[in-house]
C-alpha cells in the first residue's frame, strides 16, 4: 500500500525539499485536499509550531500530516528573527522574502559576529494522535550582501559552514545534504523506521 503524507505547508519550495528527502512516501500538500484555512502559528518554539500546524491538518483532513517550522538564529541579535523568521518584516506576499533579508542585513550593518544557523522542526501527527518530532540545525554566518540566486527565503545571505558557500550558491542536492530541514526530516525517517 503507497504511504501517503500530507504537508502543512503552502510554499512549494518546502514542499519540494521534504519530497525529494522522504522519496519512498507520496508527499501532497494541504491545499491539493482542500484545505486552505489559515493556521495560527502561536506557539513559543519551533517545535510548538511545527506540532500545532500538524495536529490542525491531521484531524481535519483525518490523515497523517507533516509539519516544520523553521528560522534563522543570529547570535548577534540574540537569536533572531528565530520563529518570526516569516514574518520578520512585517512585509507579506512576493516582497515577503527580500523584505525580509533586507532588514536582517540592515540590522546588521556594522557588526563583526555574524554567526548564525538554521533551525527546524518537524513533527508527524497521525490520525490515531500520536506524534514524532525531530529538530537539526546547520550552522553558518551571514554574508554582507545578497549571493546566488538558489534557494528560498534567507538563503542567499546564508554562508554554509558544512558546504563551505552560501546556500544561494548551492544545488538543491548540495543544500539538502546538509540542511536544517535535512537534518530534522532525515532524524524522523529513522524515529519513523524505529517506531
Same mark, same amino acid.
Given at each position: 500500500?503507497?504511504? *501517503?503524507?500530507? *504537508?502543512?505547508?503552502?510554499?512549494?519550495?518546502?514542499?519540494?525539499?521534504?519530497?525529494?528527502?522522504?522519496?519512498?512516501?507520496?508527499?501532497?500538500?494541504?491545499?491539493?485536499?482542500?484545505?486552505?484555512?489559515?493556521?495560527?502559528?502561536?506557539?513559543?518554539?519551533?517545535?510548538?509550531?511545527?506540532?500545532?500546524?500538524?495536529?490542525?491538518?491531521?484531524?481535519?483532513?483525518?490523515?497523517?500530516?507533516?509539519?516544520?517550522?523553521?528560522?534563522?538564529?543570529?547570535?548577534?541579535?540574540?537569536?533572531?528573527?528565530?520563529?518570526?523568521?516569516?514574518?520578520?518584516?512585517? *512585509?507579506?506576499?512576493?516582497?515577503?522574502?527580500?523584505?525580509?533579508?533586507?532588514?536582517?542585513?540592515?540590522?546588521?550593518?556594522?557588526?563583526?559576529?555574524?554567526?548564525?544557523?538554521?533551525?527546524?522542526?518537524?513533527?508527524?501527527?497521525?490520525?490515531?494522535?500520536?506524534?514524532?518530532?525531530?529538530?537539526?540545525?546547520?550552522?553558518?554566518?551571514?554574508?554582507?550582501?545578497?549571493?546566488?540566486?538558489?534557494?528560498?527565503?534567507?538563503?542567499?545571505?546564508?554562508?554554509?559552514?558544512?558546504?563551505?558557500?552560501?546556500?544561494?550558491?548551492?544545488?538543491?542536492?548540495?543544500?539538502?545534504?546538509?540542511?536544517?530541514?535535512?537534518?530534522?526530516?532525515?532524524?524522523?525517517?529513522?524515529?519513523?523506521?524505529?517506531?
Amino acid at each position: 500500500m503507497e504511504k *501517503v503524507i500530507v *504537508v502543512a505547508t503552502s510554499n512549494q519550495h518546502k514542499l519540494k525539499e521534504i519530497a525529494q528527502i522522504f522519496s519512498n512516501y507520496r508527499i501532497i500538500s494541504m491545499q491539493s485536499l482542500g484545505f486552505n484555512q489559515e493556521i495560527e502559528e502561536n506557539g513559543l518554539t519551533f517545535q510548538e509550531n511545527a506540532i500545532i500546524k500538524a495536529k490542525t491538518v491531521s484531524s481535519a483532513l483525518n490523515v497523517t500530516a507533516l509539519a516544520d517550522d523553521s528560522g534563522l538564529c543570529v547570535d548577534a541579535l540574540n537569536g533572531a528573527p528565530s520563529i518570526y523568521s516569516a514574518r520578520y518584516s512585517g *512585509v507579506n506576499g512576493e516582497r515577503q522574502d527580500k523584505a525580509n533579508r533586507e532588514l536582517l542585513l540592515k540590522n546588521l550593518q556594522g557588526v563583526d559576529d555574524r554567526t548564525a544557523y538554521f533551525e527546524s522542526c518537524v513533527a508527524l501527527c497521525f490520525n490515531d494522535g500520536r506524534i514524532i518530532t525531530a529538530s537539526g540545525r546547520t550552522y553558518g554566518k551571514i554574508l554582507l550582501s545578497e549571493k546566488g540566486n538558489n534557494g528560498f527565503g534567507y538563503d542567499n545571505i546564508f554562508y554554509s559552514d558544512e558546504l563551505n558557500k552560501g546556500f544561494g550558491e548551492a544545488t538543491d542536492e548540495e543544500k539538502n545534504r546538509v540542511s536544517h530541514r535535512a537534518k530534522a526530516l532525515n532524524l524522523l525517517s529513522k524515529k519513523l523506521q524505529e517506531d
